[in-house]
């Protein structure tokens, strides 16, 4: 599973593979076409035949998406391979669009219409008045044009004003002021249904669609037809409809009218990743670090800063102090991480460091990338930051006691005598963290064994606080903090 991108209000044409995209066949002409030996076929053929040729390769039917193989993906495949249209039930931050947007890699590279058709008219049987008229009249001539996969598919966000016209279509002003009548089907302007026939056509936030834009929707499901503003026009259509909801939408912002959510093949529950592990992976694929050069340092995340970042993930979703019905979006996790390492760079800059090592004290950066992505439920005024501050604690406090072992606790503690005091902050090099583990003898096999026998001075000093943030917290060691400085010493 990963995080969605922010998706447009209206979009056509813009996804599939980002390969170079190859020549079309070339054929020309409807006879050229027939004559090759191509044959039409509804879009849930199509999808049907590509996914059953992926599944029997054992590749998946989604790319990109982690923590979906043995729940969602599985439940998909049945809805493709059945033919039905989706339904995609889950909070924000599920990959719910990226998984609707995958869809389009399933359909043909190449299909071919009928030369100049708003409609995709299939040139052995065209559905609209301008493919019947140019097929009739130009028989085995008649020109045909290829359609690329990645543009047969659209997407619409629903939103309180968005109109039947929008959807399906609305008589064309213009085309009437320039002399054809309003009984003429030429005058009619299709919306995006009718535009994406032979395609895949995608409703995100279907709730917060009008109910009465739903009922619009009926036809295409079920009889797979439109009808425009009284026009004796029957437009049958070949298409797979999508739509992704959050489920409190049904009671709270709207409602999927109860007739609209029996036409859907199949509803299918999305989650969230079922562990850190899957949430670091996303967060590795889609974080967008700086890049080094130019007086940028190179970045280091060590493998327990990671599982630190997406821990705090895993807990904000089971705290009772944040509205879990809008979820916590894997997003939070992929921003932090983008804000934790930025947090080291600036650092590095000011130290003067080549390599930017995140560390327990840049946590503290995480308040800001973490405050928007979450609702804290009724709270006091001004606690919410006291509260973030709380759930990444329990997260150091997790993989601390994960990740490290002090063969002599006692032997550790002894080095804090009452003048041993360890300092840690943003005005600090790694070198200087350093220095102070080589006074401290008995804290350098558990920092050597959180390294994995790193001598990096920047990975040194990240294990060292996360040592030393460990033993506050499970109260061995006294920390006064001051923003990101804090000042560690023993409690005799």
């Known amino acids: 599973m990963t995080s969605p991108e922010p998706t447009p209000s209206v979009t056509a044409g813009t996804f599939g593979s980002s390969e170079p995209r190859p020549s079309p066949p070339d054929l020309a002409t409807l006879g050229a076409l027939r004559a090759s030996g191509w044959e039409s076929t509804s879009v849930a053929s199509e999808l049907r035949r590509n996914a059953a040729a992926r599944i029997a390769a054992g590749q998946p039917l989604v790319s990109g998406v982690l923590g ?3 729940t969602v993906l599985p439940q998909l495949e049945n809805a493709v391979l059945a033919g039905h249209d989706v339904i995609l039930l889950g909070e924000r931050g599920q990959a719910k669009t990226r998984i609707i947007r995958s869809l389009v890699d399933l359909l043909d590279e190449w299909m071919p219409i009928v030369a100049g058709s708003e409609v995709n008219d299939d040139p052995f049987h065209p559905i609209s008045r301008h493919g019947k008229d140019t097929v009739a009249a130009a028989g085995e001539e008649t020109p045909i044009q290829w359609v690329h996969r990645s543009d047969r598919y659209g997407e619409k966000l629903a939103t309180p004003d968005t109109s039947i016209a929008d959807l399906i279509g ?8 320039e002399g054809r009548y309003l009984s003429d089907e030429l005058t009619l302007h299709y919306g995006l249904v009718p535009r994406l026939n032979r395609g895949i056509f995608a409703v995100n936030e279907l709730p917060d669609l009008a109910e009465r834009i739903q009922v619009g929707l009926l036809n295409v499901l079920e009889e797979r037809d439109v009808q425009i503003r009284g026009h004796r026009v029957r437009l049958p259509l070949d298409i797979m409809l999508v739509a992704t909801a959050n489920p409190e939408d049904y009671t709270n912002r709207g409602r999927i009218i109860t007739p609209l959510k029996d036409r859907f093949g199949a509803q299918i529950r999305t989650h969230y990743p079922p562990d850190a592990r899957t949430e670091i992976l ?7 670090l700086p890049a080094a050069g130019a007086g940028v340092p190179s970045i280091r995340i060590p493998e327990f800063m990671a599982e630190i970042v997406a821990e705090i993930s895993q807990i904000a979703r089971q705290s009772p102090h944040l509205n879990q019905r809008s979820g916590v979006s894997v997003r939070l996790t992929i921003a932090n991480t983008e804000t934790l390492a ?4 600036r650092r590095a800059l000011r130290t003067g460091e080549t ?40 997260a150091v406090l997790l993989v601390f006691r994960r990740r490290v072992v002090l063969d002599d606790p006692a032997a550790v503690l002894a080095e804090f ?41 920047g990975v040194v000093a990240s294990a060292l606080e996360l040592i030393l943030e460990g033993l506050h917290l499970t109260k061995r060691l006294n920390k006064e903090a001051a923003g990101s400085r804090a000042t560690y010493r023993g409690r005799g």
């Open 282 to 288: 996303i967060a590795q694929a889609e974080a967008c």
């Open 170 to 177: 609305e008589v064309d002003p213009i085309r009437v002021a």
């Open 355 to 394: 390599v930017a090592v995140p560390r327990v004290s840049d946590l503290q950066a995480l308040v800001a990338s973490s405050q928007g992505k979450v609702e804290i439920e009724t709270i006091e005024e001004g606690r919410e930051e006291q509260l973030l501050g709380q759930i990444v604690s329990a």
């Open 417 to 457: 005598s009452p003048d041993a005091v360890v300092h840690a902050g943003d005005d600090l090099s790694g070198r200087d963290y350093a220095q102070a583990l080589s006074a401290m003898p008995a804290l350098q096999g558990p920092v050597h064994r959180l390294t994995d026998g790193s001598e990096d001075p």
């Open 68 to 70: 979906f193989e043995d």
């Open 342 to 345: 930025a947090n080291a760079v």
